[in-house]
């Protein structure tokens, strides 16, 4: 756990239907008319300030590839999705696969 301890200080305007205000110090704080101070400890896990690792696996079962040929359409509407969603650009190119490949010596 990470602990923090100092002062909250609240001030409310001065009519009724007034605003609460608040700032935060480490050390005793010296007042102004009107506020308030409150002597807080926080504590809080390490985990919370430690980045997340992002992991991910993708399994695509052989049965569920369609058959069927998709067109520049889609291509960019899935392009265009991802990169939404996550921010990422992605870039397809389709390939026949229906085509000998041939190699280049």
Same mark, same amino acid.
């Given at each position: 756990? #990470?602990?923090?301890?100092?002062?909250?200080?609240? %001030? %409310?305007?001065?009519?009724?239907?007034?605003?609460?205000?608040?700032?935060?110090? %480490? #050390?005793?704080?010296?007042?102004?008319?009107?506020?308030?101070?409150?002597?807080?400890?926080?504590?809080?896990?390490?985990?919370?300030? !430690?980045?997340?690792?992002?992991?991910?696996?993708?399994? +695509?079962?052989? !049965?569920?590839?369609?058959?069927?040929?998709?067109? @520049?359409?889609?291509?960019?509407? +899935?392009?265009? +999705?991802?990169? !939404?969603? #996550?921010? @990422?650009?992605?870039?397809?190119?389709?390939?026949?696969? #229906?085509?000998?490949?041939?190699? +280049?010596?």
């Amino acid at each position: 756990m #990470t602990e923090w301890k100092g002062h909250m200080i609240f %001030k %409310k305007g001065p009519y009724s239907h007034s605003e609460l205000s608040a700032r935060i110090t %480490k #050390t005793a704080p010296r007042l102004n008319v009107g506020e308030v101070a409150v002597k807080v400890k926080v504590d809080l896990p390490q985990e919370l300030f !430690e980045r997340p690792m992002l992991q991910a696996s993708i399994t +695509v079962p052989k !049965e569920t590839i369609p058959q069927s040929i998709i067109d @520049a359409t889609v291509q960019d509407n +899935v392009e265009k +999705v991802i990169k !939404e969603v #996550t921010g @990422a650009e992605i870039k397809f190119t389709l390939v026949d696969v #229906t085509e000998e490949k041939t190699e +280049v010596e």
